[in-house]
């Protein structure tokens, strides 16, 4: 129904991808082309990464002051499973204090809902990956032929993408969009992808695409900031006025 009302009524929006690539994946968040790695230091480097994303939301919110929708993903699975949601909130709040913002995780909501039209601008990082076998069902269910790259997910195949759009235009269309309101989108993700999803956003809205500079989120967490973590997650449980050696 959203997809339908925005396809009749064009209108404009303000896009923001990174100058740099900042890939979301669980294998950039987790490592886990890393089969070495402990798991006290993979969580250090999720850890990290969750904290830039942080401070890449917190440096956007700071450009403008506008009521702000954070789509996040609820969790990462790898060894564990990681509470990102739960996560990059509790990172928010501690940094973010006095802003606007709300965050959702993506799949959250799968009716039209009113509580966010007020937000004039949306964050959204990563897109909601389902498995292989679920675009190859996909496919099968309308009848279409599974193509060689339907069945690697990494290449993003036509059937993953056709989801990130009706993905995203229901993000957008919660915003103050649904008011008639210019909204500013920021994306956070791999440029690849996000490019070819900019020029199938095109088919519903009118596009007006800029980049913003990610000085955060766009390498791995560097030696410091994983030292830091592991510091942290060291000594999180000692008593207040211990000393630390």
């Not at 403008?64 to 789509?71: D, G």
Request: glycine letters at 4%; proline letters at 1%.
């Amino acid at each position: 129904v959203i997809c339908d009302d925005i396809y009749n009524e064009k209108r404009e929006i303000n896009v923001y991808i990174p100058y740099r690539d900042a890939n979301t994946s669980k294998g950039r968040l987790l490592k886990t082309g890393d089969h070495n790695m402990k798991a006290e230091d993979r969580k250090c480097f999720y850890s990290a990464n969750i904290k830039n994303l942080a401070l890449e939301c917190k440096q956007i919110m700071e450009f403008e002051n506008k009521k702000t929708l954070i789509v996040v993903f609820k969790e990462v699975t790898v060894d564990k499973t990681y509470d990102f949601k739960e996560d990059i909130s509790e990172e928010l709040e501690k940094i973010c204090e006095g802003k606007d913002y709300t965050v959702i995780h993506h799949g959250e909501f799968t009716t039209g809902v009113n509580k966010f039209s007020d937000c004039e601008r949306i964050i959204i990082i990563g897109q909601l990956n389902k498995s292989s076998s679920f675009y190859q069902n996909k496919c099968l269910a309308v009848g279409r032929k599974i193509d060689e790259d339907d069945t690697h997910i990494q290449h993003v195949s036509h059937t993953e993408m056709n989801d990130y759009l009706i993905s995203n235009i229901q993000q957008i269309g919660r915003t103050a969009y649904r008011k008639k309101e210019l909204v500013d989108v920021y994306f956070v993700g791999r440029l690849k992808v996000l490019e070819e999803l900019i020029s199938e956003l095109g088919k519903y809205f009118n596009v007006n695409m800029e980049t913003f500079e990610n000085i955060y989120y766009y390498k791995e967490p560097t030696k410091q900031e994983l030292l830091i973590e592991k510091i942290l997650r060291k000594y999180m449980w000692s008593k207040e006025g211990e000393t630390i050696k």
